[in-house]
């Protein structure tokens, strides 16, 4: 019997599935609908709709399916279009803290977009002396008869004790009312940014449970009773039950597909992924093997939420042409999608049309009149779009999807180049150099910001109009590319094959147990559907919001594929040599487990020598090669701990980071006394028994 993983993605345009063999990771076959935006059941009808047409196009049975997951738009779009619920805000605060509280609880009206607002109704409750379930119901109404359609429970240090926050949720339960806790966005502090997070969280919260049950009951209907999954904006899958306590999760979940599906092509050290749409184009960057992520703004309001940093351009391969009395206007950002024309590069219709001319439209009301299209005398319409100029330049590999006929993109293009006073080739490269130099400007200013070696950059592109844009993208950048194989369903695949993934937070504190952040993130990612053998936790800090952050990952519980990640320490070496710039045998391979390999970078010109730690998936870390790695048993380990701590000064305690189980714990920020920390690590490794353990310890 061969297991199915579905992988589903609502774009823009079209919703997209793809069928992959849980196994093997094969492709087994592949659908598309309109995305259903105006339906009754909004995207869920489309999601549904693409599904049935998966299964019945490639005869696959529904007890074969192990797994469905799917990325969307519909939180981006919802806060774009202004189509959010009304929020009540409960805030709440106990003594010295109540005005304090007041304040910070009260946002007020949050700006979305032009023209569009999130608005919310605020009360606030005292709970110097507790809560009771009829104080917490009374609010609620209070709330709901000012107009809130969901509601926000924020009380002052709720992450430290959630009790009121949880009794507000309770109660709204029970009452049939959409909540959410502040504390549920993060475990930091900082009371307002909690608050809007779970503001605009419980604004997302209607719409978004009406879609889920639309696509859970689609998916009953058709026999199926697998998982069924969403991509988060970080590139992780989140069980149905997470995704309707924390909605956000999903903004940019589209864009973070995409990724997840290229980072399978190949691991990568350095590159950048251009996806191209038939709108825009989305930017993201790979540093170290790993996707940059950064906290979501939403306007100019700030929130707690970690996602893909994810740079949108408004050109894209199905952008058309804009043209004035001196020639070229503009490209896009109007596509021939919003137009509804096809492109003239893939109709050879074109090519015997008679009494061909060029027009001007306006793609939507508002729009200049001034997009070019092509026209017959039999009324029929055709977009000048950027695939269609690359078509005509000979740009787009054979194969892609996105070739056309270049003899019906020269003769579009002919006409173009007449009326600007120029021939077909250079037309066609006018309106190509516009767009490209827009795109790489904007990799370029990323690429700057995020420090990324441009001499070690690969591009790497997805989506249906890759094979038009990336080419010349990478010409004008100076780099090379990559097209990984079905590049135009690239983020159904990232569904369809990402990993589950939870972060969770808290501030640095003293007398905090690295560790028990460690049991916390990985019960998290147990919870959103991870199997437990395959979950790995990293711990890391961020020093300038004053954060311990544990992200852990596993491959969905169900449909684990039978196949485990491997990495030879060879390949590893080799990334590790390509991420600091040098030749593989220069490094020095000081530790290996299953999880992890851990070598020496000797000094490079001014950088200093430091360690390398590679993990399985890829991902490079650095740490100061002043460090000492430890490599054994636990009491091997244990014994090598206590006289490396016991030979610190007693004011100073060095970092100590431990590579265990697929886990990297990060003990540094615990702050304890030397037999504390020591303690510590004892709990840690002495139930591994005989397993070998990397310690990175100093530095």
């Known amino acids: 019997m061969t297991r199915v993983r579905i992988g589903i993605d609502v774009g823009g345009t079209f919703t997209k599935a793809v069928a992959v063999d849980a196994h093997t990771l094969h492709l087994l076959g592949q659908a598309l609908v309109p995305t259903t935006h105006h339906a009754p059941e909004g995207v869920a009808a489309g ?415 997805g989506g249906g109009g890759a094979g038009a844009l990336v080419p010349p993208v990478a010409q004008a950048l100076g780099i090379t590319y990559t097209l990984p194989r079905h590049a135009e369903v690239i983020s159904s695949l990232g569904d369809a094959l990402a990993w589950v993934r939870e972060v969770v937070e808290q501030p640095m504190r003293g007398h905090d147990n690295g560790h028990d952040l460690v049991r916390e993130a990985r019960a998290a990612a147990i919870r959103s559907g991870a199997a437990p053998h395959t979950v790995s936790v990293v711990v890391e800090r961020d020093e300038q919001r004053g954060m311990l952050r544990a992200i852990a990952t596993g491959q969905a519980a169900l449909a684990t594929p039978t196949h485990d990640l491997r990495m030879t320490p060879e390949e590893a070496q080799r990334l590790a040599a390509e991420a600091c710039g040098m030749p593989p045998n220069r490094l020095e391979l000081l530790a290996t487990n299953d999880v992890f390999h851990v070598f020496r970078v000797p000094r490079h010109w001014w950088r200093a020598p430091r360690l390398a730690v590679v993990d399985v998936r890829g991902g490079v870390r650095f740490f100061s090669g002043k460090a000492h790695v430890v490599f054994g048993t636990p009491p091997h380990l244990l014994e090598r701990m206590q006289h490396l701590l016991g030979a610190s000064p007693a004011h100073f305690m060095p970092d100590v980071r431990l590579l265990i189980d697929g886990q990297l714990i990060d003990l540094t920020a615990v702050g304890e006394p030397t037999t504390s920390l020591l303690e510590t690590i004892r709990t840690i490794v002495e139930p591994l028994d005989n397993k070998r353990v990397i310690a990175i310890v100093g530095g």
């Open 47 to 461: 999601v549904v709709a693409v599904l049935r047409r998966l299964l019945e196009r490639h005869a696959i049975v529904p007890e074969d399916v192990a797994l469905v997951a799917h990325s969307t738009t519909q939180a981006v779009n919802a806060l774009l279009e202004g189509d959010t619920a009304t929020v009540g805000i409960l805030g709440m605060g106990r003594g010295r803290d109540v005005l304090e509280a007041a304040k910070r609880t009260h946002i007020g009206d949050i700006t979305l977009a032009p023209e569009h607002t999130l608005q919310t109704r605020h009360l606030f409750v005292e709970t110097t002396h507790g809560l009771t379930r009829e104080t917490a119901r009374q609010a609620i109404q209070q709330l709901q008869a000012q107009g809130a359609e969901a509601i926000v429970a924020s009380e002052a240090f709720s992450v430290e004790d959630p009790t009121h926050e949880n009794l507000v949720l309770d109660v709204a339960a029970e009452m049939g009312v959409p909540a959410v806790a502040a504390h549920q966005m993060t475990g930091a502090y900082g009371l307002e940014v909690r608050t809007v997070t779970a503001a605009i969280n419980a604004a997302l919260l209607p719409k978004m449970l009406e879609t889920a049950r639309h696509v859970e009951q689609g998916l009953r209907q058709y026999g199926i009773h697998a998982p069924l999954m969403l991509m988060r904006g970080d590139g992780g899958l989140a069980d149905l039950a997470t995704m309707r306590q924390r909605p956000i999760l999903t903004l940019f979940s589209g864009p973070a597909a995409s990724l997840a599906g290229a980072l399978l092509a190949g691991r990568v050290v350095f590159g950048v992924f251009l996806e191209i749409g038939g709108t825009s184009s989305n930017i993201s960057l790979i540093r170290h093997g790993m996707p940059t992520m950064h906290y979501v703004k939403v306007m100019s309001h700030p929130t707690c939420v970690q996602a893909l940093d994810v740079r949108v351009q408004g050109v894209a391969g199905g952008s058309m042409i804009r043209s004035g009395a001196r020639g070229l206007v503009d490209v896009g950002p109007r596509s021939a999608h919003i137009a509804g024309l096809p492109y003239a590069c893939f109709d050879p219709a074109v090519l015997d049309a008679a009494h061909l001319r060029l027009e001007t439209c306006s793609p939507t009301p508002d729009d200049p009149d001034d997009y070019v299209v092509l026209a017959d005398e039999q009324g029929r319409r055709w977009a000048l779009t950027l695939t269609c100029a690359a078509n005509a330049l000979g740009w787009v590999p054979r194969g892609a999807y996105a070739e056309g006929h270049r003899d019906a993109a020269l003769r579009a293009f002919h006409l173009l180049g007449a009326m600007w006073g120029m021939s077909a080739e250079e037309a066609a490269q006018a309106v190509l150099n516009q767009a490209t130099a827009r795109i790489a400007e904007a990799i370029r200013q990323m690429t700057r910001e995020y420090k990324v070696p441009h001499d070690r950059l690969l591009l790497i592109g």
